[in-house]
């Protein structure tokens, strides 16, 4: 698959997305700046596929980053508790503070994304047993555990069907004012280029990098702060959108290979178009309502995701 | 210590559990809070034992110590059971009502999950069980972001009633369901006995076992679903308590350090009696918390789980 | 007597045993060799029933041994693999005792006790019986093994490259041993052997195999000469007598 016809599949599906919803917009209504459907258009439209597009990009770039660091194609944010320390996060702000600000919200998130990943990535380093099928399983249990801590706190404080219906991982409410957290996954992306030399080099192993010069611990730290800063950003206005980082790194990485700098623009454009697919298909299957993202995510991402469990072994390994 | 002197501490610690929980504070009402009482110890013991074994047998077949059945993916069924029943029939039909019918129908649902994705998918050669149990685990993601979208569309009331019954509780169970529970249960154990020898000699891995005479692939497929019929009874009699066993099987080997499943089940039996009976004591008595037992044990277990990755992961470094 | 029809095994699409036959000699060491990736360890694993072979059969006393009673068959062959990682932790007593498990089903028997105390004499653990495996050298816990596929006592003993990591005081020790169990016990011994002198030194009979399927099949004494190694190994292999043994000197040869 070339480039061109990623990003040409982008841009059509993004036009797609701008003319999807409960108020019919056509293209004509747009000549006239003062127009309702220009208001909806800028407040609404717009700012959703501005989202899907940081969101798409952002969660895949930070799957490709994690397996590179990891040399486990299957550890991704859903599969290492990123997502899930960094919702426990939030709840653990809301609990903390009475009036909770959304600074302290992203701080606290950020925070426990950070420490959750990096616990996890600890372990794995260490532990004897690297099978490529066992460590995303253990990860899974590991983002589980944290969910139940979270579960607990949230059912001691009241918080369940509150915290669960926030994080459902929607653009529905992405409209102005709401979802421009999510920018600051810009420059993190554009570091992960810039780094992906250096990632690829660190995946090698401690021992091999320290051998090329390089500083491993700066480069591990580098990348899993990275990896937080987008699941905050994505957690924190889109919700949980799960399997995104572990499936799109991985198609590519089946045409493309692992060469960082080479597949980093390929996945990236293919997160767009995956995650444009899904949103697409959650707003017509049941028009006017819309299906959260996150579940025709789970839906397709699950099937695809067992489909390579079960093909794709000798790939894998 | 001799193991049989710790076993009879552990017996001694867990009538002590017992008749502390039954006798105390009675005054007055003992005709009628004593068979109550006693109706939920009941349910504890069985629980206790169900999950003890369930998690030592599969950790054996599994050859790992930090796994627990939970991975394969039936608690996420009996989600989505009970999600389902609600969000269609909803709290007041006679599928929530009729303890019975709803016990059936979780319990069929929970069964024919493992049944299905065992019987047909099981071949140890082929599919290594670790890929096995990713797929299980994959199918639970799959089904529980289907459920976790209908639970944002069920109403607060409703929710409410479905969440209390998707977290574990032993205070409020029907003796004629402990009846059955137990029958399943005899069945189920009647075949555990028999293959306890043949569990020992499983801990020397596949191909000591299969050099020893054991009918490696067919037995490990009789303890997975032996596990799911053992979990699948306890889920549906008490709701999930998903870590609890992992940390009764991991102190039963540190306490009785021994390879013989025999020992090493009814240790974790004991433990697991003695964790709930005496927790649910301290929980109604002593704290009185509003909290469920259920919500405490998965908080700590989850800690513990954490404890074990890290110790695992030390021991390696 | 063990005899082997037409084996296959494909891993995917790559075969790695193709048509194998070959009868294996009672009463003697048949050594397995021949370079990497020939399937050596591949066509033991089916002989033992750890792998189920795509075609062809292998036959225990003119029984196909996917047929065998699982139980039955373990009295006759035992299998020892390469990697013996255990989860439990075992004294070297009780991991031999495992061995009679085909026979008692976990319950010991004076006999049976018997059996485990000559085994652990026989491999000279008898001192260190009650110490964890997790305590001993890579060489002390292969001879526990092997000392529990002894208390099998079983005619027909099967190990995959038992000199694996071991120096070579243990390496010859365990070579010495299995030809005792041949020649004073009457065993039969299967083995993949990496090196080529240990073949050439102990074993009755060789096998070589090379892209999975079999080049040599004979005597020892046919098949450790310059020619018919040149065929298995594509190398000039030299060989030369020494106290009766032929040693081949491959260290300095060109190709």
Known sequence: MRLWMLIIAAVILSFISLFIGAIDIKPSDLLNWDSREMQIFLISRVPRLIAIILAGVGMSIAGLIMQSLSRNKFVSPTTAGTLDAAKLGILISMLFFTNVTYTQQVIFSFAFALIGTLLFMQILDRIKFKDVIFVPLIGIMYGNILSSITTFFAYEADLLQNISSWLMGSFTLVIAGRYELLYLSIPAVILAYLYANKFTVAGMGEDFAKNLGLSYKFVLNIGLILVAIIATTVVLTVGVIPFLGLIVPNIVSLYMGDNLRKTIPHTAVLGIVFLLICDIIGRVIIYPYEIPVNVTVAVIGSVIFLIMLIRGRAYAK | MRNSTKLIILTVIALICILLYGFYDIKGGFDYAFPRRMMRVGAMVITGFAIAYSTVVFQTITHNRILTPSVMGIDSMFEVVQTLIFFFAGSVSIWVVNQYLNFAVSIVAMILFALILYRFLFRADKHPIYLLLLIGMILGTFLGSLVSFLQVLIDPVEYLSLQSRLFASFTNIKVELLYISIGILLLAFAYGYRIMGQLDVMSLGRENAINLGINYDRLVLNVLILSSVLIATSTALVGPITFFGLIVANLSYQFLVTYKHSILILGAGLISVIALVGGQFIVEHIFEMNTTLSVIINFVGGIYFIYLLLKESRAAG | ????????????????????????????????????????????????????????????????????????FAKRVSILKQANFLNVRLTIRELVSFGRYPYSKGRLTTEDEQFVDQAIAYMNLTDMQDKFLDELSGGQKQRAFIAMVIAQDTEYILLDEPLNNLDMKHSVQIMKILRKLVDDLGKTVVIVLHDINFASVYSDNIVALKNGRVVKDGPTNEIINSEALREIYDMNIPVQEQNGCRICVYFNSHS
């Open chain 3, 1 to 72: 007597m063990i005899e082997i029809k037409g084996l296959t095994k494909r891993f995917g699409n790559k075969p790695v045993v193709e048509d194998v036959s070959i009868k294996i000699q009672p009463g003697a060491i048949t050594s397995f060799i021949g370079p990497n990736g020939a399937g050596k360890s591949t066509l033991l694993s089916m002989v033992s029933r750890l792998l189920d072979a795509d075609t062809g059969e292998v036959l225990l006393d003119k029984n196909d041994v996917k047929k065998w009673k699982s139980d039955e």
